[in-house]
C-alpha cells in the first residue's frame, strides 16, 4: 500500500457515520408506502393494463411520493 491508501484507509475506517446526512431517515412512511404501492400497483396493472411489471413501477413511484411526503408521530 502506499502513502495514499493508507491515509484513505485511516479516514474510513475513522468515519463514524459514514456520509450521512445526520437526519433520522425513519421520520416518514417511505418504505412502506412504496411497499402498499407496489402491491396495490401489481393490481392494478393486471387488472386494467394487463401488465403487472407496469403497474408495479406506477404503484411504487406513487406510493413512495405520497408515503416520503407523510411525517410519523414521535
Not at 10 to 32: F, P
Not at 40 to 67: D, E, P, R, W, Y
Request: hydrophobic fraction near 30%; charge should be negative.
Amino acid at each position: 500500500m502506499d502513502e495514499m491508501d493508507k491515509e484513505n484507509k485511516k479516514i474510513e475506517t475513522d468515519d463514524e457515520d459514514n456520509g450521512s446526512s445526520g437526519k433520522n431517515e425513519e421520520d416518514n412512511y417511505l418504505a412502506v408506502g412504496m411497499c402498499l404501492g407496489m402491491c396495490l400497483g401489481m393490481t392494478a396493472g393486471q387488472l386494467i393494463f394487463k401488465n403487472s411489471a407496469v403497474g408495479m413501477g406506477i404503484g411504487m413511484c406513487l406510493g413512495g411520493a405520497i408515503g416520503s411526503s407523510i411525517k410519523q408521530k414521535k
